[in-house]
């Protein structure tokens, strides 16, 4: 193998490359820009060295030239009508070990879910040949569906989600991964036994990640206390230590998720008036913080979010099939710059797909403005698809590197194709007067994995 | 060809045969049967001749004996642990020619919606190559997923509506199906010119029917008259007429859809104080009624449609994709005995999947649940599976022939495969601890068409 052709193209992937045709993305959270005859050149590391507008496919090779490549043999993918870019989809809130029991359990509230559906399942991850095998059917599971950057929670067990990072590095997924903290109000069977092993673990499944992604290309540990219910104040206590020891970590949990976490929250930590309290206390919110469903959120809380830069991660499958039907005032957040993603909440939902989060987000917006007697106007599918996009990138502190196709961030893009065919037979036909704005709308509204032709990380094509 | 075997086997399609493995399906709103080792047999006639229960397989050859079958060469299919018979889905309420339009213009209000998105579309319907051509991608589309059972509008269109049943019957779907009758409130292009044209076209639209398809085997005609805004008082007569003189036609319509419908209907029919009073008098509420949405009906209503034993086609996805978030009273409906059942409302929703139509309805429920303070509970999955098999059928008052596996009916069935493959990837994975109800579960939460390997109509496989 030839050295320096290796380093120039690092991730062995056809890099550099090009691409010509619709692209889409979005600039802010109300602006879509829709892309007629765009070019994108894609460096051999990965990043957007060029992103051009109405470009006859006569001027591709003056572009190729310009960004300093050798036309007619530098690779151009051409993109036919029917088909466009768009950015990867960011998943700002998903429990990795629940794959193997998404839908089950739905209409259970939170702590009966928990106890009846979930630990026994998360549970299983102490065997490794198990977590091996879901992990990988997992983190292809959501590649498959354009999920290009994922949070991760894992289970209790600092080995089993090893061995998840492992996993998004091989497969080429951009992932933050959490062992989760919990060493209370879960059954011994499936609980870290003491606060210092919970914490030594954490300090360990660190080390590990840094270890194998050294440069953080794509995979980034994260701190995960499940949520205060299951963390005693050492657990919190030692996690906020880590984080305020290691400022560019990233920190996840769930957040004013339900009226019955909510009410035994406070039973718990009585010296606290509420949960951004709680947990501004133990230094767990900051602007790297991912705070998971946040349904209940009063003006106090939604100024310390805002303060202190929080991420909002929405769920709306997970917050309308639990026991309840909750909305979380998206349009509230928005309003105020507090930053907001969409979650998929596998395993919490049904769902594995951000295109039905997607959906549900409009859907629930639509419900939270009728709720509000339209003093929360719904979202538009343009807002929905920019939650999707840089609004989680934004959450996960990445929107300096990923969410749109802005010059210098690295390429982590779908290649959509809407033509049907024998496969893909269930999307909206596109018809012969649909202008892109359509098709895009077709997609979001009637498309699915099916219609993700090819998945890039980096510019990588990662689609397995 | 043998004339004595094509007589046996009136389709074709290797009947008679049995099946032996799990059966789902239910036998009322809230009791499914889930039978393990269950064994079906269905007759030439696409009739299902027995039902059995814990078969072991040393005594599958006994039954077929039974049946009058000669064991050992009598087809049986083996179900495998993973796979399940389930009842064909019926869709209560579909607009056929909004194919090509679902998930487009999401967001507006009813007239809205219907006059920049619908009407426009729904015009090209006048090309008959063009309906040809969309309406075989349609009918494949649902069955594909599914759909055994549709209750169609048309356009406007005779021509094309005529069409639509042809590949209905072509294609093995069984179907209701109803040239839309609109003379007013619509645009010149795309309306009946007179009330006089729109009731003789349906007529003939009636007699085309019943010629090919003399026996109703798979295709009956229906009165569809859009809803009261598109129509004048002498179309509504017409129908009305003509219902009077077919007791045994069914009729569909749009009822109590939305706020800005109801206000327009009473505008133009100053003489009834409600939808209900309005469509009974014009003869056009019977228990062969399907009216679609119900969302706003109040108690004297509910009385007329318990009275006049009409269903309500409940449609989850449009109702709340639409400008605003409606939930209808599905749990109220259940609790006075008014026949329920679901629709995919395709094109004014986004999904042509009662896949999705069950969760949708699912989540709606836990919305109602939490606006009646818990009055109107949440429905179960269970009610959801029923809403789309066995409801749909006592809606379209087919209940005495479909809708599940009861002996003597005509066997519309699912062959639902969830294991995992390169093709099925994205359904949540059986794990080996999993019960049928599980597995069920997990297909209703996580499955859609890729799981549905096979769509048996009267029998005959018609998978396309």
């Not at 919190?236 to 976490?261: C, M, R, S, V």
Request: proline share 4%.
């Amino acid at each position: 193998m030839d050295l320096t052709t290796a380093e120039a193209t690092p991730q062995g992937s056809g890099l550099p490359l090009a691409f010509h045709g619709t692209i889409i993305h979005s600039l802010d959270v109300d602006e879509l820009e829709i892309i007629e005859d765009g070019m994108i050149v894609v460096g051999a590391d990965g990043k957007i060295e060029a992103l051009r507008k109405n470009v006859s496919k006569g001027e591709v090779n003056g572009i190729v030239s310009e960004a300093g490549y050798t036309p007619d043999v530098f690779p151009v993918k051409y993109l036919k009508r029917g088909e466009f870019l768009c950015p990867g989809f960011i998943d700002t809130h998903n429990h990795a070990p629940q794959w193997a029991q998404r839908g089950v359990g739905r209409g259970l509230v939170i702590m009966d879910w928990l106890n009846k559906t979930t630990f026994p399942h998360e549970a299983k991850f102490e065997d490794l040949e198990y977590a091996k095998r879901t992990y990988a059917s997992c983190v292809s599971g959501f590649l498959k569906q354009g999920i290009t950057t994922a949070s991760y929670y894992g289970s209790k067990h600092s080995q089993a989600s090893k061995i998840l990072a492992e996993i998004c590095l091989e497969k080429g997924q951009r992932a933050y991964v959490g062992k989760c903290n919990m060493n209370r109000n879960a059954p011994d069977w499936y609980r870290d036994l003491t606060a210092e092993a919970s914490i030594k673990e954490t300090r360990d499944f660190i080390a590990h990640l840094r270890k194998i992604d050294p440069e953080k290309s794509l995979v980034t540990p994260i701190l995960t206390p499940r949520f205060a219910i299951s963390c005693t104040h050492d657990v919190l206590a030692g996690l906020g230590k880590i984080a305020k020891e290691n400022p560019d970590l990233p920190i996840q949990t769930h957040f004013n998720e339900a009226e019955q976490e909510i009410e035994i929250t406070k039973e718990l930590f009585p010296e606290f008036k509420n949960e951004a309290d709680l947990y501004e206390h133990f230094n767990l919110l900051t602007e790297r913080s991912i705070l998971a469903h946040c349904i209940f959120v009063d003006e106090y809380e939604m100024g310390r979010l805002k303060e202190l830069k929080c991420g909002v991660s929405h769920c709306p499958i997970s917050n309308t099939t639990g026991g309840v039907f909750m909305v979380a005032p998206i349009r509230e957040y928005l309003r105020r710059g507090i930053k907001v993603g969409l979650g998929t909440d596998s395993g919490g939902g049904y769902s594995s797909s951000i295109i039905d989060a997607m959906r549900q987000a409009f859907i629930v917006s639509n419900a939270q403005q009728t709720l509000t007697k339209g003093k929360d106007p719904s979202l538009s599918l343009k807002e929905c698809f920019f939650l999707a996009t840089l609004g989680g990138a934004q959450v996960c502190c990445l929107d300096d590197k990923i969410g749109n196709f802005t010059v210098g961030k690295e390429f982590d893009a779908l290649e959509i194709h809407t033509e049907v065919t024998e496969q893909r037979s269930i999307i909206t036909p596109i018809e012969d007067e649909d202008s892109s704005e359509i098709i895009w709308e077709k997609f979001l509204m009637s498309g699915d994995d099916r219609n993700i032709a090819k998945v890039y990380v980096k510019g990588k094509s990662v689609k397995v």
